[in-house]
């Protein structure tokens, strides 16, 4: 069953607090657990810099009630890797008749600050 390949992923909120020179600090805030299976789709084809590419475009296959919105923040439990979501749930779900109730999510995998 496809529930076998989901894995732990974390909903993280982000909070300002002051910080001591008067400034705000954004702070990532453990928000929900919940469990998906993360994919790549092959997207676009290009050219750049005069060589062809195929982006591959990550997704996620989630419950239906996972709460999951337009530019939330996901983290993989597994690597730690950060996930911007890139659209919304419930404009890709399986028929209300399907046995497997799911939605799937486009993600940006974000680069981790150097």
Known sequence: MLTDYF???TLLKSASCPDPCGGQLQ???TELPFHAALA??????GERGGKPFIRVTPYLLCPPETPLKLDDIIRREKDGA???VCSRPEDRRTPLGAGFPYAEVRLERMEADA
């Open 7 to 9: 894995e732990p992923f």
């Open 82 to 84: 950060h996930y911007r």
């Open 40 to 45: 790549d789709a092959l997207g676009e084809e």
């Open 27 to 29: 702070q990532d805030v």
